[in-house]
């Protein structure tokens, strides 16, 4: 079992930006690939990015490509998805999920955390 917490999320400008952070708790993270999905008001959950357990690899959702960057460190069991140049419909809930595949696909992960909200307003 592995239980994901998120942290970093917040109230931020249009333009700004935002560090989100994954790390489980009571448990290693660096046999998973990690995911971060999105769910804005109304709107169903999507994929946003996803990392290989070794970091070799990543997925990153058009929308958002050359403004988010996902990243992990296993030595501080923790995956980050780093977000500038954030526009208003880059708000909502985040969410990060560990399974054994990086996909954009919800189905591919076994474990989610809480989320964390990300409100981007002027």
């Known amino acids: 079992q592995v239980q994901l917490v998120e942290s970093g999320g917040g109230l931020v400008q249009p333009g700004g930006s935002l560090r989100l952070s994954c790390a489980p708790s009571?448990?290693?993270?660096?046999?998973?690939?990690v995911g971060w999905f999105r769910q804005a008001p109304g709107k169903e959950r999507e994929g946003i990015s996803c990392i290989t357990n070794d970091g070799g690899s990543t997925i990153i959702r058009n929308s958002v490509k050359g403004r988010f960057t996902i990243s992990r460190d296993n030595a501080k069991n923790t995956v980050y998805l780093q977000m500038n140049s954030l526009k208003s419909e880059d708000g909502g809930v985040y969410y990060c999920?560990?399974?054994?595949?990086?996909?954009?696909?919800?189905?591919?992960?076994?474990?989610w955390g809480q989320g964390t909200q990300v409100t981007v307003s002027s």
């Open positions: 999920a560990a399974g054994p595949h990086c996909g954009l696909a919800q189905g591919l992960y076994n474990y």
């Open positions: 009571g448990s290693r993270l660096d046999d998973h690939a």
